[in-house]
C-alpha cells in the first residue's frame, strides 16, 4: 500500500525565512501528487499538483515544489513567508490501490507558524 | 461557482447509535469521496463513489457505507457508533479521475462527536 511521509510536525519561521516542507512518498508505480493547504477555519484548498512534464512546478501564493523520481520526494517551497502563510499543509499522492482503482493518500500534515 | 457542501456542520451521538452526514459535490462533479479526520491520524481515505457505484473503500469496518444519488449527492452512515469515531468528516468531489489527475476538491466537513 502507498503511505505519504511528511518530516516535520510543526514548523516555525519568521517572515521573509525561507520554507521547505518535505514529503516522501512509498509507490513504485506512476504516482500523481498534490499539496493541499488548510488556513484556519478554512477548508482544505489545493496549492499545487504534479501529473507529468516539468518536475518543478508552480503554485498559487508563490509557492513550488519539486518532484525528484529517484528519492520518491516532492518537496514544498517558498523563497520568502508571509504572516498569511500560516497554515497545516498536507502532501498528497494519487495512485492504484491493490484493488485497482486510485487512492489518494494523505500525509499527516506540517503545521507552518510565521511569527510577524 | 458553489464548493462542497456538507451538513450538518456538527454532530453529536451516543455509542450505540447511527449517524448520517450528507454531502452536495461541485455542479458538474460525478465522484465523491469520503476521508476521516482524526486527532493525531491525518486524513483516512474512506469510500469512494462515482456515477453512482462504490469504486474503492479504505480499510474501515463495514459498519460504515454510504451511497451517491442520481444527482451525485451522497451520504456516509456510520452504525454502531464507537468512541473512536469522533473526527472530522470530510467530503470532497472531483471529475472523473480517469487517470487519477484530478484534484479533488473538499468541503468544510462534519464534526462528529460520540459522547
Known amino acids: 500500500a502507498q503511505s505519504v511521509s511528511q518530516h516535520n510536525h510543526h514548523v516555525i519561521l519568521s517572515e521573509a525565512a525561507s520554507l521547505e516542507l518535505g514529503c516522501n512518498y512509498s509507490?513504485?508505480?506512476?504516482?500523481?501528487l498534490f499539496w493541499y493547504v488548510q488556513y484556519p477555519g478554512q477548508h482544505l484548498q489545493l496549492l499545487l499538483k504534479?501529473?507529468?512534464?516539468?518536475?518543478l512546478v508552480k503554485g498559487i501564493k508563490g509557492f513550488e515544489a519539486e518532484f525528484i523520481k529517484s528519492k520518491f520526494s516532492f518537496n514544498l517551497r517558498k523563497p520568502s513567508v508571509q504572516w498569511s502563510d500560516t497554515a497545516e499543509y498536507f502532501c498528497a499522492v494519487n495512485a492504484r490501490s491493490g484493488a485497482g482503482s486510485y487512492q489518494l493518500t494523505f500525509g499527516k500534515g506540517t503545521k507552518l507558524s510565521v511569527i510577524p | 461557482e458553489a464548493g462542497v457542501t456538507q451538513s450538518p456542520t456538527h454532530l453529536i451521538k451516543t455509542r450505540g447509535q447511527q449517524a448520517t452526514l450528507r454531502c452536495s459535490p461541485i455542479?458538474?462533479?460525478?465522484?465523491v469521496y469520503w476521508y476521516q479526520q482524526a486527532l493525531g491520524l491525518g486524513l483516512q481515505f474512506l469510500l469512494w463513489?462515482?456515477?453512482?457505484?462504490?469504486?474503492n473503500r479504505g480499510n474501515f469496518p463495514p459498519r460504515f457505507s454510504g451511497r451517491q444519488f442520481p444527482n451525485y449527492s451522497s451520504e456516509l452512515n456510520v452504525n454502531a457508533l464507537e468512541l473512536e469515531d469522533s473526527a472530522l468528516y470530510l467530503c470532497?468531489?472531483?471529475?472523473?479521475?480517469?487517470?487519477?489527475?484530478?484534484?479533488?476538491?473538499f468541503g468544510d466537513g462534519t464534526r462528529l462527536s460520540i459522547l
Open positions: 509507490y513504485g508505480g506512476t504516482v500523481n
Open positions: 455542479s458538474g462533479h460525478t465522484s
Open positions: 470532497a468531489s472531483s471529475l472523473p479521475p480517469g487517470q487519477g489527475n484530478q484534484p479533488q476538491h
Open positions: 504534479y501529473f507529468s512534464g516539468d518536475p
Open positions: 463513489y462515482d456515477e453512482g457505484e462504490e469504486r
